[in-house]
């Protein structure tokens, strides 16, 4: 196969990105095409649809083999089930398939077509293997089961800010975003320090939070690379 588009996100690092896509409405990106398809006839007629497929690489995780038998976040870290009854991100061809929102579409005088959408759960500069239009009559199954996934679908924590003055060092679509994602628990299920102070990135911002019973506050925000004053 070869890379169609790269997409540009705001995640620079694995920790924190979203473990499906749809889960951040907030979260956005930016499908920049490779130059043998920035033609604007490779996409005419996709404005018509609201949502996409799209079909990409897990391009970090190239050196970690795969397994048959895999521990789902969804069941605390600590029951196996195969990898092909769960979306693991460590599988055999190392294939992503992310449905998201269509929010615009621009030409760019050097990039030819560029799509934004919305709801994404890739790390920034993934490669896009192919793209599709979403179909409700076909895609939606309103008779789907979704197995031990849906016992644990809407388990979220609260968000909660340490101050306002925290609150307003990054800007107000970014703030909607990291809320959104920390409401999630990015924390690995054997990493849940009371005491820890986590740390993770987003359009580049550092964002650092500490986390209790079902709560996550947020005690720090600057941009990356400008440092932080002692946390407590």
Known sequence: METI??????????????????????????IFFEKQYRNPDAIRGIEEFSHLWLIWGFSANKEKKSSLLVNPPRLGGKEKRGVFATRSPFRPNGLGLSSVVIEKIEIDKKYGPVIWVSGVDMLDNTPIYDIKPYLPYADCHED??????????????????????IKECIPTENCKAVEQILRQDPRASYNKNDDYIYGMSYN????????????????????????????K
């Open 144 to 165: 789907a089961v979704g197995g031990f996934a849906d016992e644990h679908r809407w388990d979220e924590v609260d968000v909660q800010w340490d101050s306002m003055d």
């Open 5 to 30: 588009a790269h997409i540009r996100t705001g995640f620079s690092e694995k920790f924190g990105i979203p473990r499906q896509s749809g889960l951040v409405p907030a979260a956005k990106g930016r």
């Open 204 to 231: 580049g911002y550092d964002i650092r939070f500490k986390a209790g019973r079902n709560k996550i506050t947020v005690i720090g925000v600057c941009r990356i690379g400008c440092g932080f004053k002692k946390i």
